[in-house]
């Protein structure tokens, strides 16, 4: 998301926020783009991946849209704790797949509960 009130024209990388958290973006903080300038930062992905995929928990009410891709979601999903935003698990796998091979960043999939 865009900070409020952000000039387009002279947007600053801090200017855009994690949808979730809310974080600004920095070149030490890993985000995924969705649609429209949504994204999501490395931390809640990790937490999202981590309840969707490894602790099987859903919390897309009927009729909820997925943050990212912008669509109605009709699988497994996960709400941002802070804010009343989803993410749909074919976001999540995606996600979690694209910043896995980013380069510039070491996250890694979740593959176990602590």
């Known amino acids: 998301m865009q900070r409020p009130g952000i000039n387009p024209d002279n947007a600053e990388m801090s200017d855009f926020l994690c949808d979730f958290c809310r974080q600004e973006w920095t070149t030490a903080i890993p985000m995924v783009e969705g649609h429209r300038g ?32 912008l669509q109605e979601i009709d699988a497994p999903s996960w709400k941002s704790p802070e804010h009343e935003c989803f993410v749909c698990k074919r976001c999540i796998n995606h996600a979690a797949s694209v910043l896995a091979k980013d380069p510039d960043f070491k996250w890694k999939k979740p593959s176990a509960v602590k």
Do not use: H, K, M, Q
């Open 38 to 69: 949504s994204l999501i930062c490395g931390s809640c992905l990790t937490i999202a991946y981590t309840e969707v995929f490894l602790l099987n928990l859903d919390a897309a009410p009927t009729g909820a849209t997925c943050t990212l891709c």
